[in-house]
């Protein structure tokens, strides 16, 4: 079945980098485009970014345009996402989301990485 | 804020049904653009629940089913059960905003 695994969260200052990855398994991971959902501590869902099964067309939210930076190797069925300059509102568990297809929804769900901006 | 609008909480007692609604724009229900749900207990992984409005993915029980018209959505549950208690959100796409997937905030669902 599906499995999605994010890791390489932490503790990191603001204004830091820190870099995330999501370990793909039991689909055509080279097949399928891939998000980064995120939810802060009490908040709702926030979707982060996208990037095509290719690697060719990446598309950002606003709050993190410019700053984050998502990537794919599927050679190695494995998402990442490059976190700089971070900010405390971007304290939240990152989650790695598969693509559902035309109608834009998310069909799988890894269980998430917690990202910690703290001073 | 949200793009799309859900009540922060709902109840009901085992057995009962319950709605959900989902408020949108033109620019995502309005423009055709479908509504998804997915459930989500904390801690776990968001699970998707319906699907393109109507649509139950496989495993999903027909005790949940969604509905949308026009710019308004409501996902139902029939028949609550104890393990339903969890956090609920709807999801569409936004042709307004730099063409993004946008979420409600979220409704969290007490079973009594």
């Known amino acids: 079945q599906v499995h999605l695994v994010e890791s390489g969260g932490g503790v990191v200052q603001p204004g830091r980098s820190l870099r995330l990855s999501c370990a793909a398994s039991g689909f055509s991971f080279s097949a399928y485009a891939i998000h980064w959902v995120r939810q802060a501590p009490g908040k709702g869902l926030e979707w982060v970014a996208v990037?095509?099964?290719?690697?060719?067309?990446?598309y950002y939210a606003d709050s993190v345009k410019g700053r984050f930076s998502i990537s794919r190797d599927n050679s190695k069925n494995t998402l990442y996402l490059q976190m700089n300059s971070l900010r405390i509102e971007d304290m939240a568990v990152y989650y790695c989301?598969?693509?559902?297809?035309?109608?834009?929804?998310?069909?799988?769900w890894g269980q998430g990485t917690l990202v910690t901006v703290s001073s | 804020q949200y793009v799309l609008t859900q009540p922060p909480s709902v109840s009901g007692a085992p057995g009962q049904r319950v709605t959900i609604s989902c408020t949108g724009t033109?620019?995502?229900?309005?423009?055709?653009?479908?509504v998804h749900w997915y459930q989500h207990v904390p801690g776990r992984a968001p699970k998707l629940l319906i699907y393109d409005n109507t649509n139950r993915p496989s495993g999903v029980p027909d005790r949940f089913s969604g509905s949308k018209s026009g710019t308004s959505a409501s996902l139902a549950i029939t028949g609550l059960q104890a393990d339903d208690e969890a956090d609920y959100y709807c999801q569409s796409y936004d042709s307004d905003l730099n063409d993004s997937w946008v979420f409600g905030g979220g409704t969290k669902l007490t079973v009594l």
């Open positions: 033109n620019s995502n229900f309005g423009a055709d653009f479908g």
């Open positions: 990037i095509a099964s290719d690697g060719g067309n990446k």
């Open positions: 989301v598969r693509d559902g297809g035309w109608q834009k929804y998310f069909d799988y």
